[in-house]
Nanobody, 114 residues
Framework: QVQVVESGGGLVQPEGSLRLSCTAS????????MGWYRQAPGKQREFVAR???????VYADSVKGRFTISRDNAKNTVYLQMNRLKPEDTAVYYC????????WGQGTQVTVSS
């Protein structure tokens, strides 16, 4: 069993920054990748970014150049640094940990508004 906990959401003005964190705990040996998804009201959950144990990363086109995903493998923790935030980034952000099955955190709200 794997537990996934996110933190770091909040309210920020446009062009501001936020940093999300996610830690996986439990019966874990090696986690190949960790990622972030988001879901805005009335929309489907969408991919944001993923990082692999090698350090390679993948981003959605909508966040390239603004968001940076990083990882501390020793702590099974992934971060999402979000800069130049836009109102359309407003969503609940979920951490995803594929480990046999897909594990998800409870989500953290990010609101971008003036």
């Amino acid at each position: 069993q794997v537990q996934v906990v996110e933190s770091g959401g909040g309210l920020v003005q446009p062009e501001g920054s936020l940093r999300l964190s996610c830690t996986a705990s439990g019966s874990i040996v090696d986690i190949v990748s960790m990622g972030w998804y988001r879901q805005a009201p009335g929309k489907q959950r969408e991919f944001v970014a993923r990082i692999f144990v090698s350090g390679s990363t993948v981003y959605a086109d909508s966040v390239k150049g603004r968001f940076t995903i990083s990882r501390d493998n020793a702590k099974n923790t992934v971060y999402l640094q979000m800069n130049r935030l836009k109102p359309e980034d407003t969503a609940v952000y979920y951490c995803n940990v594929p480990y046999g099955v897909n594990y998800w955190g409870q989500g953290t709200q990010v609101t971008v508004s003036s």
